[in-house]
């Protein structure tokens, strides 16, 4: 694993992901309470023994890059490293041609600096997925079948084939072919698979004829630069990968464990709160696969005569008297008032205290607190980092009801509402 570099792509604009995505990258994205979504990809790179990672960012990368430097810090003696490189400005007479243009052409632009290394394999990663598995495993089926290229795949439903990419797979496992986001019965016959196929790949069909790209690809160094080279178009899995599969050995790796992708509002919201079940599809608390974040040095969350049920509480949060919690997410320092009822929601918290001589000032003034004012109500909801709800106030989806633009920063996408980054939201107001 030592000659595995890791590349892991900061994404684009994440505009499925707004407001979420508005101040931030993808990856800088709050998960789970504590987490940011680039915690996801980096922990499993250093659990599975792979401590050389690139994070390639573009846009609106300032809190993803804070995020990693005060997070990803190896010893002298290791040689591992976690390093940012940004789109950058260059001699190039276009300039719009500098900015990355896709995934391919984003690894295209910065290869030479991950190529100084001693490499013979590159991962190339997203990242903006929840998951966990051990590359060092995807890396044997790599070296076993002499691939160029090797391809994640979970098996999947016909119903679930029609937003993916899928594989059409020989009896060894080499990918034969790869039809993006099948929609027509005969493109879905082309790429199904016989399910005791896939039984005897060690995974369980359980009636799933389709093999999915995740977006995981291990490549032979040698071999990214000749496929790299030879085609000058933007993304891996339109452009460089099914032109791969028609010239050389692309071989299917197999999982089949929980993966998600977050790219939607409502994906966002639904991963979260399953990370609150009892039987959570993703463990956070794995003992031999932990997952990694930034070290935070913060009080434990204080809680007086409180009904918390089936929720996740992070550090440094208050929760006074008469609140209710259910099937929710309490991020870093929130503070929570008496009376406040959350349910169904994932509060982020906040980035900092409030002073007491301001905590002071909001109670002379009237003015909403850093955090959940008291007897509001939170349901169906995603209250972004550093919100001021005021006292009384009800913020709540509606499944029933289209996507809208409220007011104060707040807006209603997939039933879900969505309060922005830093809003403040009146003493009293009712979002239903």
Known sequence: ?????????????????????????????????KYRLIDIPISNCINSGINKCYVLTQFMSVSLHSHIRGTYRFDAFSGGFVEILAAQQTLADDGDADWFQGTADAVRKTFRYFSRTNVDYVLILSGDQLYRMDFEKMLQTHVDSG??????????????ATGLGIMKVDKSGRIIDFVEK????????????????????????????CMASMGIYLFSADRLVEALTESSKPDFGKDILPQAIRSRHVQLHPFDDYWEDIGTIRSFYEA???????????????????LYSRPRFLPPTRVDDAQ???????????????????N????????????????????????????????????????????????????????????????????AGDDGKKDADLSHNCFLRDGIFVASKATVVPNGWNAR
């Open 1 to 33: 694993m030592k000659n595995v570099v890791a590349v892991i792509l900061g994404g684009g604009r994440g505009t499925r992901l707004q407001p979420l995505t508005t101040h931030r990258s993808k990856p800088a994205v709050p998960l789970g309470g």
């Open 147 to 160: 691939a160029a290229v090797t391809m994640a795949a979970k098996p999947v439903h016909r119903h679930e």
């Open 182 to 209: 099948p929609t027509s019965e005969a493109e879905l016959d082309h790429v199904a698979m016989d399910p005791a196929w896939i039984d005897s790949l060690g995974v369980t069909a359980n009636g799933r004829e």
């Open 272 to 290: 979260n709160l399953a990370l609150t079940r009892p039987d959570a599809p993703f463990d956070l608390s794995m003992a031999d696969a932990p």
């Open 308 to 326: 918390i049920k089936g929720s996740l509480i992070a550090d440094g949060c208050t929760i006074h008297s008469g609140a209710k919690i259910e």
């Open 328 to 395: 929710s997410i309490i991020g870093l320092r929130c503070q929570i008032g008496a009376n406040v009822t959350i349910r169904n929601s994932v509060v982020m918290g906040a980035d900092y205290f409030e002073s007491q001589e301001k905590v002071a000032q909001n109670a002379v003034e009237g003015s909403p607190w850093l955090g959940i004012g008291e007897g509001a109500v939170i349901d169906q909801a995603i209250i972004d980092k550093n919100v001021r709800v005021g006292a009384g106030a009800v913020l």
